[in-house]
C-alpha cells in the first residue's frame, strides 16, 4: 500500500476508504443517523451513571428499568431502546437534554440527526 497525502493535508493509504464519520452509514446499516445517535445517547448515559458511581442495580432504579436492561446499554445492546427512551433516561439522571433542527448543511448530501454534548 502507498501513502499520500490529500490536499485537506490528511493521509491516505490506497486501498483504504476513508469514514464518512458515522461507522454505521460506512458499514450500510439503514438508519444509521439514528443508530450513531442512539449510541451517543447510550455512551453519554454510561458516562453519567460513571461519573455518579452508580451501580447497575442503582442505575436502574433510577432509569425505572431492571439490572439486566442496564447491562444491554452499557455493553451497546441498543436494539431494546429507542431516543426518546434515552432522552428519558439521561433526564432522569439529572441530565438537561437540548433538541436543535436546523437546515443540513450543503445540498450534496442528506441531512442528519446527531447528539452533541459538553
Known amino acids: 500500500m502507498r ?12 486501498g483504504v476508504t ?11 446499516i439503514p438508519d444509521a443517523g439514528v443508530a ?10 454510561c458516562e453519567v451513571i460513571r461519573e455518579k458511581k452508580l451501580s447497575q442495580t442503582k442505575a436502574a432504579a433510577i432509569l425505572g428499568v431492571t439490572q ?15 431516543v426518546d427512551r434515552l432522552l428519558k433516561f439521561l433526564n432522569r439522571l439529572g441530565q438537561d437534554v437540548e433538541i436543535s433542527v436546523r437546515p443540513a448543511k450543503g445540498a450534496k448530501r442528506p441531512a442528519d440527526t446527531r447528539v452533541v454534548y459538553a
Open 68 to 82: 439486566p436492561k442496564v447491562s444491554d446499554l452499557v455493553r451497546g445492546k441498543l436494539d431494546g431502546f429507542t
Open 3 to 14: 501513502a499520500g497525502v490529500s490536499p485537506k493535508g490528511k493521509r491516505e493509504v490506497e
Open 18 to 28: 476513508p469514514s464518512s464519520g458515522n461507522v454505521f452509514a460506512d458499514l450500510g
Open 36 to 45: 450513531l445517535a442512539k449510541a451517543n445517547l447510550a455512551h453519554r448515559i
